[in-house]
């Protein structure tokens, strides 16, 4: 399996909606072939998002409530329940043709492949996390969840993502049942970093940020290119996509298809 380049760039606090477009246009500029793969890594402004399965019920906290604390509220196309955005949590957006893989990869082992790169970046800190059958996400071995997983994929290109709890304010996941799985905790790496060694820094999201996108490299065994800015990777250079066989222009039906 292999991507030649994975494009990184590191948007530091996005608002939510404008995430949301700037996903739509690099998903439009993947599938026309005018960019390659591009992972967007970021924080945002507190926020809850429901994905297509999300139920309301799940929003324990009054729309008045959420106004009142500048919590705002956006449904989604991603995969999966409700889910909580805010400062200190490193959000990822993979924008990728899944055709572009050899051999092929199909959604699931995409969504595998993106619990791996979380659980190896943990890791790297020594915090040690796993998958827990049944469920999507990154759990601690107290199956504490520490990072958070829905995409969306349209005619094999992907968007949506990841979010993992670096610094998060964990108190902001009380106004939701995240994920609708009510009998599981929420934690961060600063709060399982804090358990082993009170002394202990953290890297800064940055940093973090850094951190995961090698992890990207490694896992979807390709290189990455970390740009500055949204000029330099509208401005560089792609080179010019190959045509996938039939049989891979076929992996994925003209319906969209969603994940939790």
Known sequence: MQLRVINIVYLGRVDY?????????LVH???????????LLLEH????TLGRNASEQNIVASRDFLHSKGVELFETDRGGDVTFHGPGQLVGYPIFDLRG???RIGAV???RKMEEVLIRSCGDLGVVTQRVAGLTGVWTEEQAKIA?????????VTSHGFALNVSTNLDYFKLIIPCGIANKPVTSLVHELSMLDPMRKLPALEEMAEMVSRNFGRVFESQTLWLESLDALFSSPQDTPAHPPAELRQMV????????
């Not at 500029?29 to 992972?39: A, D, F, R, W, Y």
């Not at 402004?45 to 809850?48: R, S």
């Open 253 to 260: 039906a003209e319906e969209d298809i969603y994940l939790a």
């Open 17 to 25: 909606p404008t995430a949301l477009e700037l996903q739509q246009t």
């Open 109 to 111: 082992e995409f969504v």
């Open 45 to 48: 402004p507190p926020v809850i």
């Open 29 to 39: 500029l993947v599938k026309e072939g005018q960019i390659g793969p591009t992972l």
């Open 148 to 156: 958070a997983i829905g995409v969306h994929i349209s005619r094999g």
């Open 101 to 103: 893989f050899t051999p």
